[in-house]
């Protein structure tokens, strides 16, 4: 079905306004029946021109209308049946010659005034409504960028989220906790939180170490002095059994393979979580 958008909309208007006839008609009510979108065009223009006539008021018709209406029928009807006027009509309102032409363009001139006001009525709400449409379709636009903002910065919230697959306390020998370490298996990445009070001299580092048995020493990275760091790091390195442990170095810490050359402050087995 091609009928759709401002070309049903007409259609539709044309057909309640009754200017739709003969086989257009008939062809949409055809269509009416097959497709539900032609029968709500239909339903909402009759919706939408039946308060028309709340806004015409009521006018008396002249008195001497019915009688000029009677000659009219009359002379037509004399002139289908090929004769003259009754003798029996008053003269008076006889029509004169052209009256009945006159009589019936005046007729249906106010016919098509009618409609033509109707429609220009009509297409003017169409365009009202369009206007609004227009503005509820933008605040829906808005709606609906909000909330894609809205779950586009929840995803970034979620996906900010530290995920704990191992943790590990790293404590001095009076059992005095210093260190907090997770461990995110999804990133590959510890999260160092100082938890204690110690901090190191401006020329010393604080080194992390992975600790296994029967393996040299393995370095993590270094600790800066903030309150929170973060450290790449493997999952074999955090694997359960193993200890990290936590010396102090020289500013910037060591080499990896020569292992801590300072004192190890904290330490702490590594647990899953």
Known sequence: MKLQGERLELIAAAYVLGTLQGG????????ARQHPEVREAVLRWQHHLAGLT???????PPAALWPRIEAVLRADLALRRGGAVSATAPRPNAPRPGARGGARALGWGWVSAGLGLALVAAVGWGQLQERRWQGDLGQLRQQLVGQAQAAQQAQAELANIH????????????????????????RQQLQVKRVGTYQEADEKSLQLWTLAPGQAPKSLGVLGRQTRAQLAAAQTDVNDQRVLAVSLEPLGGVPSERGPTGPVLFKGAVLGV
């Open 24 to 31: 257009a008609r008939r062809r949409l009510e055809t269509l």
């Open 54 to 60: 709340e806004l015409v008021p009521e006018v008396a």
């Open 163 to 186: 995920r704990v697959g191992q943790v590990a306390v790293l404590s001095d020998e009076r059992s005095g906790a210093a260190l907090l370490v997770t461990f995110d298996p999804q």
